[in-house]
């Protein structure tokens, strides 16, 4: 099939989808690498973002950390694996300067434990800032900010 | 499903506990007025939560919500969210600051200390109508808890008669409350988890140590605590709170590794990219890289590294229950500390590389519990002598001492053995 042309909108846009499905296949070893070397990326709870408290559930400064929170999570942790599936909406590129490119978009997480039963996990948004180095988006930074601060049990994979 | 009078429990040294009193509805409503509104200090919240006059923060006590506030004088109040007049919820956010506390419903409104102080149209309107000459509004009042607070910590209690609060803490863990709280706390933040297990066995989970260095990878393989390290425990005089603390790097990796044999929990080939997370600095200089404490029946203070945070335990059914989190630093952190404590609680909370495998626990024993469980679990590592500090972290005695207090609260009696009694 013949490549596309894309707007950069549209390779923004993609990003962001590239990052649900990379989650959701289980292909978490690719889900820092959709991130520049110093990068942030935060999941705070709405009760503390709206009263600005400081206090982040995850907090990865740098790439390393990123990498580091999958490491421990296949090598390390006790869980029960869900299949996560991320439903994506309201992406719109907000705003932009030097080369930094805010993104707002929707999101909710639905999970489906061992013997196939779905439940909605969660409901957010995402504040991104994302740069674009040697003609490829990348997050910059990633704030998840979480409706669903009564958190269903525990957050495993990435939001 | 067998009504808690029909409860026997199986050895009166608390090593056996029948597994039925996880997920039986009955027992439950029973742990809400015997335990939760029997002669305890359930833990409510920190002052530095409700600093000034007229702040108020909403917790639970059981599966009751229960205002926290403080009034004008300084003194803090608590009583259930609950309107006198028509059972309506009276504050309906978390926290927040407020003059007065008014119903929405007929706009009845109680003072901070939750006295009623006025009612609309009381003498009616036009000469007509009106309540009642004999209406007394110092009858109607919202139902109050007796507070008092230990060190910047607030508790509460249901009972007129309890104990002073300070016997009740006894000394192990007013220490503990003056080492960690003596100093002004700033709250980072608040976390909230819905664990689908049953409240006893996160209690359970606390006083255990055994567990801390099995389960936790992470934390045995980075050396925050292990089975093999030197610490210590010290509990209450009844054996019903429990304080443990382990001294970091107080073991040897090699030697570690051949103590938990066959248990293959320390991993060495798990590194980390950025080892800023686990980097512990011994800001209290006393070597403990863990330190807390378990006050009976839903509180739950944490050093882990670094990271400090109050754990409340709001039990919602036998089958779940909420774990709340406030997590803080001190005043005057400086800015590398203070982002080290956020680093840190990486490790903690819902999402947290240490914490999480608790829930996944509460998890799996409910799963399997069944509609009528008749099995025991049993409670034995470091003996099952009498209930005294244990020596060792890798003890069960603590949890037995829970089970105890338990039973009593509960009137559940050995079966083949006289009840304990305080």
Request: charge should be negative; charged fraction near 25%.
């Amino acid at each position: 099939m013949a490549a596309v042309e894309l707007t950069l909108t549209e390779r923004i846009t993609n990003l962001l989808y590239d990052y649900v499905e990379a989650i959701d296949d289980g292909r978490l070893e690719a889900w820092p690498e959709l991130f520049v070397d110093d990068c942030v990326y935060k999941i705070v709870s709405r009760e503390n973002s709206d009263r600005g408290r400081d206090l982040p559930l995850v907090y990865c400064d740098g790439i390393g950390m990123l990498r580091d929170r999958i490491n421990v999570f296949r090598n390390a942790l006790i869980y029960s694996y869900r299949f996560d599936r991320h439903l994506l909406s309201n992406v719109r590129v907000v705003d932009q300067a030097n080369g930094v490119y805010r993104v707002r978009a929707h999101f909710s997480v639905f999970k489906t434990d061992p013997e196939g039963q779905t439940e909605v996990f969660c409901a957010g948004r995402y504040d991104d800032r994302v740069v674009i180095p040697n003609g490829t988006p990348r997050f910059k930074e990633k704030i998840v900010i979480l409706d669903t601060f009564n958190v269903p049990n525990m957050i495993q994979t990435p939001l | 499903m067998q009504h808690p009078d029909e409860i026997k429990w199986p050895k009166a040294d608390f090593s056996r506990v029948p597994l039925s009193v996880f997920n039986n509805a009955d027992v439950f409503a029973r742990e809400m007025e015997r335990v939760f509104q029997g002669p305890v200090w359930n833990y409510l919240c920190l002052e530095a939560e409700i600093p000034n006059a007229g702040d108020y923060v909403v917790v639970y006590v059981g599966d009751k919500p229960v205002v926290v506030d403080r009034a004008d004088d300084g003194s803090v109040h608590a009583f259930e969210n609950r309107c006198a007049h028509k059972g309506t919820k009276l504050v309906r956010h978390n926290q927040g600051n407020v003059k007065n506390h008014t119903c929405i419903y007929h706009h009845w409104c109680y003072d901070l200390s939750g006295k009623l102080i006025g009612v609309p149209f009381q003498r009616g309107y036009d000469g007509k109508s009106g309540m009642p000459a004999t209406f007394d509004k110092a009858d109607h009042g919202l139902t109050t808890l007796e507070v008092a607070t230990y060190g910047g910590v607030v508790f509460g209690s249901y009972r007129r008669d309890v104990e002073p609060l300070e016997s009740y803490l006894d000394k192990p863990m007013r220490d503990y409350i003056d080492l960690t709280l003596g100093r002004p706390v700033e709250v980072l933040g608040y976390w909230r988890q819905r664990i689908p297990g049953n409240w006893k066995f996160y209690f359970e989970n606390l006083m255990d140590s055994y567990h801390a260095g099995l389960l936790h990878q992470f934390q045995a393989t980075f050396g925050i605590s292990r089975s093999t390290q030197r610490g210590g425990s010290h509990m209450d005089k009844l054996k019903r709170h429990r304080i443990i603390y382990v001294h970091y790097g107080s073991d040897d990796t090699q030697a570690a590794k051949a103590g938990y044999g066959d248990a293959k929990v320390i991993d060495d080939t798990l590194k980390l990219n950025d080892t800023r997370m686990i980097e512990f600095i011994d800001e209290f200089r006393d070597g403990r890289s863990i330190l807390m404490m378990t006050l009976f029946p839903n509180g739950f203070f944490q050093r882990l590294s670094n990271t400090l945070a109050a754990r409340q335990i709001r039990p919602k059914s036998a089958d779940e229950f909420e774990l709340h989190w406030t997590v803080f630093g001190y005043q005057g952190d400086d800015p590398d500390l203070r982002q080290r404590r956020l680093l840190q609680n990486n490790m903690i909370g819902p999402a947290g590389l240490v914490s999480i495998e608790d829930g996944e626990v509460g998890a799996l024993i409910q799963d399997v519990l069944g509609a009528n469980p008749t099995a025991n679990t049993v409670i034995e590592m470091g003996g099952t002598g009498p209930i005294v500090d244990p020596d060792s972290p890798l003890t069960e005695i603590p949890v037995r001492g829970f089970w105890r207090y338990y039973c009593h609260l509960m009137g559940f009696e050995p079966e083949g053995g006289a009840a304990w009694r305080p």
